[in-house]
């Protein structure tokens, strides 16, 4: 022991060492034993709970609703590790079971068991709890009028279709009869509530509010005579949402808080100019009487035609400031992490960099010069060159080690190989979100699609393809006039050459124009490679995800026009 003593002492570090020291004090390590030291080491690091605490959480533990039995008695089990109930802990976990079984059959079962153990109680609900499980699978679910009105989805009943007149009219089983008219004979009951002399027709409503269920309500009549039959209300499944995710959204409501308002429409001069009084008033900055580093304001027309108002800063602070180079994730090595993906969240982060907030030294650099004076961001502003690089490495670092989830800047992709890996996934990156005080933009944010668009690419479980939107653009862009106009299209289409192939040869005649010594002239050689580049992009294939399990091909040539490469993995990649 004296030899373990040793081989700890000697290797655990100077801060171990000082904290070792303390817990001693007034003896030295090296005066205790190397059980003694692993004790008070452990019990600092990890204290023991207040038994008295764990038993408050141990008794006000109730059962949830869909837990089985053997779920809460685990829960239960977990709490009690340190309720210090030592050889009582069958008895009590037999009583708090039998307390919170919601089933009247199994808590009289159990209750009418003499000399009831837990192991028996056990046996016991577990049994009926599988044989009622079992029971309701094999009976046939059939719609039949009952005297119970059943939960009901409230987004279920059009407001203008039902009118009840005791029961609903078109589903009236004496209709078309024959049948003597009868008034029905009621009389004031001694309880709370109205008698009637005659039925009373009826408009009911339900709104749609979160597919949350109605309580069971009833009518109560007191009648001479024939009762009223009640028509059961079903749920339609067709109008049911996917009840998993919106549980789990529902589980992260301040995510999705409106945190930092949206840029007001440039549809105004006056609204562009009250733009500085709205930052000021969430917060995002603040006035000052001077700055050394005030820049000129630059507004940014977004494509939903609001605007955004950034510093020019490349007049000031970007020229002398050290730039952030954490890199920014290649593309291809971003779609190389969805490969077996089955569904996607696409998740967007409510105004981006200005989500962290500035340290107060780091304030005065942003300052921005409007015409109702200086202000100074509170946090991290468009415009400044380090922005990408400090934003990227703090959503790295907060979602880092969570399975097939990549980001690039303030968009962020979720998959997984299932949908239960997927809404895992999903949960995960949103309690980190939400626990570091991030906040998305739900309008604009996608869950769990079969095929999403990201960084201007759509991808689905197989691979991915071009996006649309970018091959109609260029495949209704008009002839070049000009080297100019020329050097624009070869722009656009290079973002699509990967999906292209032997492009640089079709395109050669386009190429030569290029050349500094080379006269415009468009003739029919030109005007056919141009046509032809639009055939290519209309039919241009699909791009697999890459799988490290496949063999990998790559194969190079070369031409008088220029040189390629491929890369198989099974098949194109």
């Known amino acids: 022991m004296e030899k373990k003593r040793a081989i700890l002492l000697s290797a655990c570090g100077k801060k171990t060492y000082k904290l070792m020291g303390n817990l001693s ?3 030295k390590p090296g005066e205790k034993t190397y059980d003694d030291i692993v004790k008070l ?8 709970p207040s038994s008295i605490v764990q038993r408050c959480k141990f008794n006000s533990r109730s059962r949830q609703p869909n837990e089985s039995v053997s779920q809460f008695v685990a829960e239960l089990r977990q709490i009690s590790e340190y309720c210090d109930y030592k050889a009582t802990l069958d008895d009590v ?9 919601k089933e009247d059959r199994i808590q009289r079962r159990l209750l009418a068991e003499p000399g009831l153990t837990f192991k028996k109680a056990m046996e016991v609900a577990t049994a009926m709890e599988m044989a009622a499980k079992n029971a309701q699978d094999l009976q046939v679910q059939e719609p039949k009028p009952v005297h119970k009105l059943q939960s009901v989805m409230r987004s279920v009943i059009d407001a203008e279709d039902l009118i009840m007149h005791g029961h609903l009219a078109k589903k009236c089983w004496n209709r078309g009869k024959q049948n003597t008219k009868e008034k029905p004979k009621f009389k ?19 709104v749609e509010e979160d597919d949350e269920d109605m309580e069971d309500t009833y009518t109560i009549y007191q009648l001479e005579g024939t009762i009223f039959k009640i028509e059961q209300l079903s749920q339609n499944q067709e109008t049911k949402k996917d009840k998993e995710l919106q549980d789990l959204l529902r589980k992260y409501p301040r995510v999705f808080k409106e945190g930092l308002a949206r840029p007001v429409p440039y549809a105004l001069k006056e609204k562009i100019q009250r733009e500085p009084d709205r930052l000021e008033k969430v917060g995002n900055i603040e006035k000052v009487e001077f700055s050394e580093w005030a820049a000129p304001i630059v507004p940014i027309i977004k494509p939903d035609k609001s605007v955004r108002i950034c510093g020019d800063y490349k007049v000031k602070i970007n020229q002398v400031s050290k730039l952030d180079n954490y890199p920014i994730p290649k593309t291809d090595d971003l779609y190389a992490t969805l490969s077996g993906g089955q569904a996607f969240s696409k998740l967007d982060l409510s105004q981006a960099y200005q989500q962290i907030v500035l340290d107060e030294e780091s304030r005065k650099y942003v300052t921005i010069n409007t015409h109702e004076g200086l202000y100074q961001y509170n946090r991290l502003a468009f415009g400044v060159s380090s922005a990408p690089g400090i934003f990227q490495r703090t959503i790295e670092n907060l979602l880092q080690g969570i399975p097939s989830v990549v980001v690039r800047v303030d968009d962020i992709l979720v998959t997984g190989s299932s949908k239960s890996e997927d809404l895992d996934n999903l949960e995960t990156v949103l309690s980190k ?10 309008d604009k944010c996608v869950f769990l699609a079969p095929e999403v668009v990201y960084l201007g690419h759509r991808i689905d479980q197989h691979g991915i ?9 260029i495949t209704e862009a008009p002839a070049p006039k000009n080297v100019t106009e020329l050097k624009s299209y070869f722009r656009n ?16 005649p386009l190429h030569e124009l290029l050349q500094k010594q080379k006269e415009w002239k468009w003739d029919k050689p030109q005007q056919e490679a141009f046509e032809l580049s639009k055939t290519l992009l209309k039919s241009s294939k ?13 194969s190079c040539d070369a031409s008088p026009y220029g040189i390629g490469a491929v890369a198989q993995n099974g098949r194109w990649v």
């Open 465 to 473: 393809y071009p996006n649309e939107s970018k091959v109609k653009a």
């Open 93 to 101: 976990l037999r009583d708090r079971l039998v307390c919170v079984i």
């Open 188 to 206: 004031q009951s001694t309880q709370h509530g109205k008698g009637y002399s005659k039925q009373r027709p009826t408009k009911t409503h339900f």
């Open 433 to 442: 979100l939400q626990e570091s005080g991030m906040r998305l933009n739900k």
């Open 41 to 48: 080491v452990t019990d600092h690091q990890n204290p023991k």
């Open 25 to 27: 004090a007034p003896q």
């Open 542 to 554: 699909v791009l697999v995800h890459y799988d490290p399990n496949k063999e990998i091909i790559l």
């Open 493 to 508: 289409a290079k973002l699509l050459q990967r999906f292209l192939q032997d492009l640089s040869s079709k395109l050669a």
